[in-house]
């Protein structure tokens, strides 16, 4: 008799835990322990008060903010100057963000390097964590995207059949994450290749961009008068410029608010956007443009990988999205989650459950 595993789990706070164990490792090549787990706690006060008014005597989140940043910079500073320390006894240098910064030529100082492991960790840890988790909402919410995330593969090499849909036929052919799970031993990383071979995964990734939009603007200041359908903007006058507004805009993409993936299968598709890179840029554009969007594409795309291969899920109760002051879940997505026999020690997910876990016959 198959036992499956099922837990009932905040979505959100999980993926809080693992985006950032991986940027820590990515930032200074720290396991997870209890010095990470500390370190992303006092990280959860500091993010928590970016959207309240900036008034110490008012706001205790903000004032708790204020000394968890400081917590924060004072033990990345020891990190920091162990690592100096370190260098100048050993030549060996660790591959890490950290190590590249401390190697660099322009000899940057302690201060210098704590501010931009500070950024780095907001920048991969926040937004990369709430997209994974509206990626499987809308997935939860699209069951064919979900089927064919796990069943369809866009390689028409192979043996397959055309199924026709209510919205129009589509190629059924091999698996694509089912396909790449074959290839390699259960615990093998995945390869560049495989990445690169997950065609409809990034639809999923782009389309969840698109709806998402969790960097909803930018701020930017005119350089010159600028005229936009009858207004002008007079120089030197700052502009909040919405990402928001462009995805979400029917003229752009039809039926904008609809989670719909397939859009992005065929640019010359009618639904499809006529010139993707004017008009979709969850990451901006120009010189100002994300360093890490790559980064964030493979993670959500392996998160992917993981999740249909090795569990199946269900949401615990309805839930959804906001979009102000950032966007996110109301509830934090609770689902329950279930994990197959044959991979149950194959991930340690299991670890971070919020709540308890029962068994199920």
Same mark, same amino acid.
């Given at each position: ?22 940027? @820590?490792?990515?930032?200074?090549? %720290? ?18 008060? %970016? ?38 006894? $050993? ?65 028409? $090499? $192979? ?24 290839? $390699? ?116 795309? @392996? ?18 999205? @906001? ?39």
């Amino acid at each position: 008799m198959c036992i499956l595993m099922m837990m009932l789990m905040i979505w959100i706070f999980v993926l809080f835990q693992i985006t950032f164990e991986l940027t @820590v490792k990515q930032l200074m090549s %720290f396991d997870p322990d209890e010095w990470t787990e500390n370190l992303r706690k006092e990280y959860m006060l500091v993010i928590n008060g %970016f959207f309240t008014l900036p008034f110490p005597l008012f706001s205790a989140t903000y004032r708790k903010a204020i000394k968890a940043r400081t917590k924060v910079a004072e033990a990345l500073t020891l990190v920091v100057r162990q690592r100096r320390k370190e260098s100048d006894i $050993s030549q060996e240098k660790k591959n890490d963000i950290l190590g590249a910064l401390l190697a660099s030529g322009e000899q940057l100082l302690d201060e210098q390097i704590v501010d931009f492991m500070l950024a780095l960790l907001i920048a991969g840890y926040e937004t990369t964590s709430t997209i994974m988790t509206l990626a499987i909402k809308f997935l939860t919410e699209t069951p064919l995207a979900l089927a064919q995330l796990k069943h369809i593969a866009e390689s028409r $090499s $192979s043996s397959g059949t055309w199924i026709t849909y209510e919205d129009g036929p589509r190629w059924m052919g091999r698996e694509e994450h089912e396909q790449i799970r074959a290839r $390699s031993e259960p615990e093998a990383p995945l390869e560049w290749t495989d990445y690169k071979s997950m065609a409809f995964t990034q639809c999923i990734v782009n389309e969840t961009l698109r709806v998402a939009n969790i960097i909803g603007a930018v701020f930017r200041r005119a350089t010159t008068d600028i005229d936009i359908k009858g207004y002008t903007i007079p120089k030197g006058w700052k502009v909040i410029a919405s990402f928001r507004a462009v995805h979400l805009n029917a003229e752009h993409f039809k039926e904008a608010r609809t989670f719909n993936p397939w859009r992005w299968q065929n640019n010359n598709n009618s639904e499809a956007v006529p010139s993707p890179v004017n008009v979709f840029t969850p990451f901006g554009g120009g010189p100002r443009l994300c360093p890490g969007y790559e980064l964030a594409r493979v993670v959500l795309s @392996v998160f992917l990988h993981r999740m249909v291969t090795r569990f199946s899920w269900v949401p615990a109760e309805e839930d959804k999205v @906001v979009f102000f002051p950032t966007t996110r879940t109301l509830k934090r997505y609770p689902i329950i989650l279930k994990r197959r026999e044959e991979t149950r020690s194959s991930i340690g997910i299991g670890n971070t459950a919020d709540t308890g876990r029962q068994k199920e016959n």
